[in-house]
């Protein structure tokens, strides 16, 4: 299995970025495709961003389309989500996850096996 921490998040203003990173370790990074999904207070975990196993393939929820980027650098066992132009209403948990079905990455929750204890994004208005 593979272990998942997150970090880079933190408080930002409106309008502002963020990139949040997601470490992995254990069994080889490279074997799964990898998602974030984000949870706000009183909302269901919602998808975000996946990429798959070789970085080929990348998907992204249209509510962000256009204000972020996923990327990963297998040498480094490490996934990306750069978040540029936010907004309050990004304000949420944000998760890392991964999948074993390698491409096309997954986009809902159900398909992920490995998650991350999440970091928290906060946009202030």
């Known amino acids: 299995q593979v272990q998942l921490v997150e970090s880079g998040g933190g408080l930002v203003q409106a309008g502002g970025s963020l990139r949040l990173s997601c470490a992995a370790s254990?069994?080889?990074?490279?074997?799964?495709?990898m998602g974030w999904f984000r949870q706000a207070p009183g909302k269901e975990r919602e998808f975000v961003a996946a990429i798959s196993w070789n970085g080929g393939s990348t998907t992204y929820a249209n509510s962000m389309k256009g204000r972020i980027t996923i990327s990963r650098d297998n040498a480094k066992n490490t996934v990306y989500l750069q978040m540029n132009s936010l907004k309050p209403e990004d304000t949420a948990v944000y998760y890392c996850?991964?999948?074993?079905?390698?491409?096309?990455?997954?986009?809902?929750?159900?398909?992920?096996?490995?998650w991350g204890q999440g970091t928290q994004v906060t946009v202030s208005s």
């Open positions: 996850a991964a999948s074993i079905v390698l491409t096309p990455a997954p986009v809902t929750t159900r398909n992920y096996q490995y």
């Open positions: 254990g069994r080889t990074f490279s074997s799964y495709a």
